[in-house]
T-cell receptor, first 112, second 112 residues
C-alpha cells in the first residue's frame, strides 16, 4: 500500500535557527497537504500543494512539492517557540477517493 | 460558521462496553473521514463517508467497528466490546467536495 514517510520523528532546535523537514511518498501523488498539531490539540490544515515543483510561502514557512510529485519539504526560517508542535504531511494518491495517507509526523521543539 | 464538532471530548469505558463517538461536520460539508491516533503515532485513516454511504472503509478493523453518516444528524463511529488497545484519540474531519479536510477536536477514548 501507499506509504508516506517522515524521518526523523523528533527534532530540537534553538530559537532563531532554521528548520527543514522532508516527506517522501512511495507513490506519485495528486497533491500533498501539511498539517500542524499542537500538544493536546487537533491537526490544523496549513497548505496544499498540487503542481509539480510548486512552492508556497506562509510568512516564515516555505513548502515545496517535488518535481516527481513524490516528496515535499517544509522549511521554517528563524524558528520561534510558537512553531512548537507536530507537523504532518499527508498525501493523496490519484484516484484515491480523497483518502489521505498521513506520515507519522515530526515533532519540533524549540529551545528559547 | 462553526467548525467540526465532536463529542464527547473524553470518553472512558470498561472493557466489553460500547463506545459511540459523534461527529458533526462543518456546515455545507458532505464528506466525513474518521482517523485514529495512537500516542506518538500519526493519523491512521479508518473510514470515509458521504451522506448515507460508506465510500472507503479500508482502514476499519473488520470486527467491532462500524460507522455511519445518516441523512439527518451526526456521523457516528461505534466500537463494540471495547478492548484496551482501542484507547486512542479519534479524529473526525470533514470537507466539501474532495478538498481540504478540516479536523474536529477529537474524542480521547480510554478503556479501563
Amino acid at each position: 500500500g501507499q506509504q508516506v514517510m517522515q524521518i526523523p520523528q523528533y527534532q530540537h532546535v534553538q530559537e532563531g535557527e532554521d528548520f527543514t523537514t522532508y516527506c517522501n511518498s512511495s507513490t506519485t501523488l495528486s497533491n500533498i497537504q501539511w498539517y500542524k498539531q499542537r500538544p493536546g490539540g487537533h491537526p490544523v490544515f496549513l497548505i496544499q500543494l498540487v503542481k509539480s515543483g510548486e512552492v508556497k510561502k506562509q510568512k516564515r514557512l516555505t513548502f515545496q512539492f517535488g518535481e516527481a510529485k513524490k516528496n515535499s519539504s517544509l522549511h521554517i526560517t528563524a524558528t520561534q517557540t510558537t512553531d512548537v508542535g507536530t507537523y504532518f504531511c499527508a498525501g493523496e494518491k490519484a484516484g484515491a477517493n480523497s483518502k489521505l495517507t498521513f506520515g507519522k509526523g515530526i515533532t519540533l521543539s524549540v529551545r528559547p | 460558521n462553526a467548525g467540526v464538532m465532536q463529542n464527547p471530548r473524553h470518553l472512558v469505558r470498561r472493557r466489553g462496553q460500547e463506545a459511540r463517538l459523534r461527529c458533526s461536520p462543518m456546515k455545507g460539508h458532505s464528506h466525513v473521514y474518521w482517523y485514529r491516533q495512537l500516542p506518538e503515532e500519526g493519523l491512521k485513516f479508518m473510514v470515509y463517508l458521504q451522506k448515507e454511504n460508506i465510500i472507503d472503509e479500508s482502514g476499519m478493523p473488520k470486527e467491532r467497528f462500524s460507522a455511519e453518516f445518516p441523512k439527518e444528524g451526526p456521523s457516528i463511529l461505534r466500537i463494540q466490546q471495547v478492548v484496551r488497545g482501542d484507547s486512542a484519540a479519534y479524529f473526525c474531519a470533514s470537507s466539501p467536495l474532495m478538498e481540504t479536510q478540516y479536523f474536529g477536536p477529537g474524542t480521547r477514548l480510554t478503556v479501563l
